[in-house]
């Protein structure tokens, strides 16, 4: 079987770019993450796996999309190649066939994944950086809360009740998906 694999960050980013690359292509089934790559307990990318069987390909748009960081990366390649599957990563032009040992590749994948885990720590200390003068120059607010906790605690009543869709308390509140979703999930854990 032919599989795509597909990751976003987050529930308000957008799978267009990536889907459009693996469009022409045809996949028997595509795994869709809308969560971090910080590691790889993701469900979609665990449900892939645990279906891959010997003769099985992944194609991902890019290597970064599979892993955020070397070991990672390093990791899952071997684990599919183990299972006798192949995987092929479109914009570096990389390809990993089971039991295909090519220096050059296993060279590039190494190389390009450390490239790819360090632009992310520069992002995030330039993140900090900035954050950090912006709070000296009292500037710096944070995300502030779009619900009161008496609101919050109504909208999860009424959702959890299924009195009112997630689509309509988004109406309500004038809040996004991401957030119904955020004020749900935050009220679970308190």
Known sequence: ????????????????????????????????????????????????????????????????????????????????TGKGCSIVFLKEKLHFEPGENNPISTLMLGILSSIAEFERELIRARQAEGIAIAKAKHKFKGSTEKLSSDAAKELKELVSSKRMSVKEAMKRYGISRASVYNYLNRNKED
């Not at 991902?60 to 684990?79: G, I, M, P, Q």
Request: hydrophobic share 30%.
């Open 1 to 80: 079987m032919k599989f795509a694999y597909i990751r976003i960050s987050s529930c308000s980013q957008c799978t267009g770019r990536q889907e459009q690359t693996l469009d022409e292509k045809d996949f028997d089934r595509t795994y869709i993450d809308k969560c971090s790559g910080r590691n790889t307990e993701r469900p979609q990318l665990q449900a892939m796996l645990d279906n891959l069987r010997p003769g099985d390909s992944i194609t991902c748009h890019s290597l970064d999309r599979l892993a955020r960081n070397t070991f990672d990366l390093l990791d899952l390649v071997k684990k599919i």
